[in-house]
């Protein structure tokens, strides 16, 4: 079975361009939840949608936004980008949409600012 | 601010030995913690993870431990092997849906 895909697995941009990211999660599995990890440090919350609504929301300014679809793959945009934005950008996927169970991640997509 | 933090930003162990990767955390609120291990041009893969209600959990060749008193969090891998090798992070929830807070994560390097 297919895991996590994240697509483009790299992309270069330049500031105050935008961004979309995109996800398909496990076959099976409702939630999907978006991180951003920058270069030497650990994962960092920005979203979780679960069946197709948004569960929660991290510390991330307007310019971050997401959505799920009716097959539950998602997208993440990202407006206005600033050279901070760049990170390695994690999508999650799970059965369940609480506290319980792993976290399924992909490889990534890996966007740099320029 | 609050933050879930590790001891030791890097470990060094020889192959065979058994590796301890240590984790503080400051919310008291947590209730559940997962340790993840990821290798490089990877994303995280869960290892392993444990409730509040309890203070020691078992896989294969893994243990974690919970002490909440202290609030820290401990992963041991025994006989560590070259595959071991990797950045581990402990990540903690507090008690609402997918936002695990992630630590800084330790670099594990087997040596041969």
């Known amino acids: 079975d297919a895991g996590v895909t994240q697509s483009p697995t790299h992309l270069i941009k330049t500031r105050g361009q935008h961004v979309t990211l995109r996800c398909s999660p496990i076959?099976?599995?409702?939630?999907v939840s978006w991180y951003q990890q920058v270069l030497g440090q650990g994962p960092q919350f920005i979203f979780q949608?679960?069946?197709?609504?948004?569960?929660g929301r991290g510390n991330f300014p307007d310019r971050f936004s997401a959505r799920q679809f009716p097959n539950y793959s998602s997208e993440l945009n990202v407006n206005a980008l600033l050279l901070g934005d760049s990170a390695l950008y994690l999508c999650?996927?799970?059965?369940?949409?609480?506290?319980?169970?792993?976290?399924?991640f992909g490889e990534g997509s890996r966007l740099t600012v320029l | 601010g609050e933050s879930v933090g590790l001891h030791l930003p890097t470990l060094s162990v020889q192959e065979g030995d058994n590796s301890i990767i240590n984790c503080a955390y400051s919310n008291s609120a947590s209730d559940y913690f997962i340790w993840y291990k990821q290798e490089s041009g990877k994303g995280p893969q869960f290892i392993i993870d444990?409730?509040?209600?309890?203070d020691k959990r078992q896989g294969q060749r893994v243990t974690v431990l919970l002490n909440k008193t202290v609030k820290h969090l401990s992963l041991q891998i025994a006989a560590t092997q070259p595959g071991d090798s990797a950045v581990y992070f402990c990540?903690?929830?507090?008690?609402?849906?997918?936002?695990?807070?992630f630590g800084p994560g330790t670099r594990l390097s087997v040596l041969p």
């Open positions: 076959s099976g599995h409702k939630s």
């Open positions: 949608y679960y069946e197709k609504e948004e569960r």
């Open positions: 444990i409730r509040s209600n309890m």
């Open positions: 999650a996927s799970s059965l369940l949409a609480g506290n319980t169970g792993e976290l399924f």
């Open positions: 990540a903690e929830n507090r008690g609402y849906g997918q936002n695990f807070v």
